[in-house]
């Protein structure tokens, strides 16, 4: 696969670009509500929870993508166009987010806004993964001293496979709504599972 023997620096400073943006849409709307004056000041808070709510979540969650992104990027010296093609799609999805969270400020629990704001993180976690599997399969863009190995591959799917399943439980039970997003916390012990048994697995 052709690649370029530029470093991936430039694309780097275009991402982290993108995601600033998108944190700073995200906090824009809570802005505009000391625009609009309430009878006592702490009622700017007490009265918008769910704008609150939704931005602490989608700061989280873009936090956690990014810096996975980076982590990811750590194994990279060079770049390819897929390499280039999918990180596009990737910051497409962290882009798109303030969407959701907007939603998520005005229609709180409900049941479509809880799906798509799911749907969308899961788009996310399968642009990450299919950025880990990009670079995996294409030695010549890889560090030669810090190459991606399996662990990560196995990392950024079991992610994205959590994420799917949070989807569903979402789709389907609509009373889970967010808290099925806490699914990904069971991806840290996932990965700490694959790295105890992966020595047993290669003997």
């Not at 780097?12 to 309430?38: K, N």
């Not at 009878?39 to 939704?54: C, F, G, K, L, Y």
């Not at 949070?166 to 790295?195: I, K």
Request: include cysteine.
């Amino acid at each position: 696969m052709k690649s370029t023997s530029r470093e991936p620096d430039r694309l780097l400073l275009a991402t982290d670009a993108v995601v600033a943006i998108a944190i700073t849409l995200l906090v824009l709307p809570l802005v505009e509500l000391v625009a609009e004056p309430e009878p006592h000041a702490r009622d700017v808070v007490t009265e918008n929870w769910p704008r609150i709510w939704s931005f602490v979540l989608s700061f989280a969650v873009i936090t956690r993508f990014w810096l996975l992104h980076h982590r990811t990027f750590d194994h990279v010296t060079r770049y390819s166009r897929p390499l280039v093609a999918v990180n596009m799609l990737w910051l497409f999805t962290i882009a798109i987010m303030p969407f959701p969270t907007g939603m998520v400020g005005t229609y709180g629990t409900d049941h479509f806004t809880a799906t798509l704001y799911v749907a969308t993180v899961l788009a996310s976690s399968v642009c990450q993964s299919a950025l880990v599997v990009v670079i995996y399969r294409t030695p010549a863009i890889q560090s030669p001293d810090n190459p991606l190995g399996v662990a990560n591959v196995a990392s950024t799917l079991s992610a994205t496979g959590l994420l799917a399943v949070a989807l569903l439980l979402t789709a389907l039970a609509p009373g889970v709504n967010y808290l099925s997003l806490l699914l990904l916390v069971l991806s840290t012990l996932a990965n700490r599972v694959w790295d105890r048994f992966r020595p047993v697995a290669r003997g």
